[in-house]
Nanobody
Framework: QVQLVESGGGLVQAGGSLRLSCAAS????????MGWYRQAPGKQRELVAA???????NYADSVKGRFTIARDNTKNTVYLQMNSLKPEDTGVYYC??????????????WGQGTQVTVSS
């Protein structure tokens, strides 16, 4: 069974930094894309950043220049370094990965979410 476990959320003042981590575990053959989404209260879940196996990255316009996504393929882990945080970055951040588990086909997997709160 594949699991994604997130860590690193919390409360920070505007202008501060946080680093999120997400580790995938289980009987995994391969991981294609990994990414982070967030959902603010009353809003739809949106893509924040994604990275595919070839290290190609994609960012939401609102976080470009402030957030950096990276992955460690040896640890099946994706990171999100968030700098210059703004109150509008507040929300629940979800890890997502497109994973090929042994004996099955590629599927989307989600973490449980981690709260990020940025105070003004």
């Amino acid at each position: 069974q594949v699991q994604l476990v997130e860590s690193g959320g919390g409360l920070v003042q505007a202008g501060g930094s946080l680093r999120l981590s997400c580790a995938a575990s289980g009987n995994i053959v391969s991981i294609n894309a990994m990414g982070w989404y967030r959902q603010a209260p009353g809003k739809q879940r949106e893509l924040v950043a994604a990275i595919v196996s070839g290290e190609t990255t994609n960012y939401a316009d609102s976080v470009k220049g402030r957030f950096t996504i990276a992955r460690d393929n040896t640890k099946n882990t994706v990171y999100l370094q968030m700098n210059s945080l703004k109150p509008e970055d507040t929300g629940v951040y979800y890890c997502n990965a497109y994973i090929w588990p042994r004996g099955l086909g590629y599927s989307d997997y989600w973490g449980q979410g981690t709260q990020v709160t940025v105070s003004s």
